[in-house]
């Protein structure tokens, strides 16, 4: 790919992202750094340590707070363009980074969703999946909508039981 023609796309998903709402281009902005901050510091520290990390810059889920149809709206929203930044930063992200950041961006913005993790029988064994689910529906990946993997997810501990 030439030079003139990288510059040709990165102007033309430039403009794109100046034509989102002010809230979706913020949102989409920081899912796209966010994303690429996820897949490069996972390389160096592993899941578990920026997964303790992003734990502890957000709020203990408190429950709904509005109707769960409005919320599961605005979480569907926002995760789509958690799909859309990932398409356009150029690093090639598991559904384990993209997940990772939308449950981080949706508890940082007060909704109360569950990272789940799964498996399922495959040719080559077994094949793990992690996906993000809103008052029990899945918001960020219809694969495990579909119900292919088995759940392996621990219910999160709530400190106020």
């Known amino acids: 790919m030439s030079s003139r023609s990288v ?5 033309s998903k430039v403009a794109a ?6 809230a979706d281009r913020s949102l989409f902005v920081t899912a796209w750094l966010a994303l690429v901050g996820v897949t490069l510091s996972m390389r ?3 899941f578990q340590r920026m997964h303790g990390l992003l734990s502890r810059r957000v709020p203990q889920a408190r429950g709904p707070v509005s109707s769960p149809g409005a919320d599961s709206a605005r979480v569907l ?6 799909d859309v930044a990932a398409r356009n930063t150029g690093l090639s992200h598991t559904c384990l980074h993209r997940s990772l950041v939308s449950w981080w961006l949706m508890r940082r913005r007060g909704f109360d969703v569950v ?13 793990a999946h992690a996906w993000v689910e809103h008052a029990g529906v ?15 997810s621990l219910e999160p501990i709530r400190r106020d039981a």
């Open 7 to 11: 510059v040709t796309r990165a102007r």
């Open 17 to 22: 992202a100046r034509r989102m709402p002010r």
């Open 44 to 46: 160096v520290v592993g």
């Open 77 to 82: 929203a926002a995760t789509r363009l958690v």
């Open 115 to 127: 990272l789940k993790f799964g498996a399922r029988r495959c040719e080559d064994g077994l094949e």
């Open 138 to 152: 899945v918001v960020n990946d219809p694969e495990a909508a579909a119900g292919s993997y088995t759940d392996l």
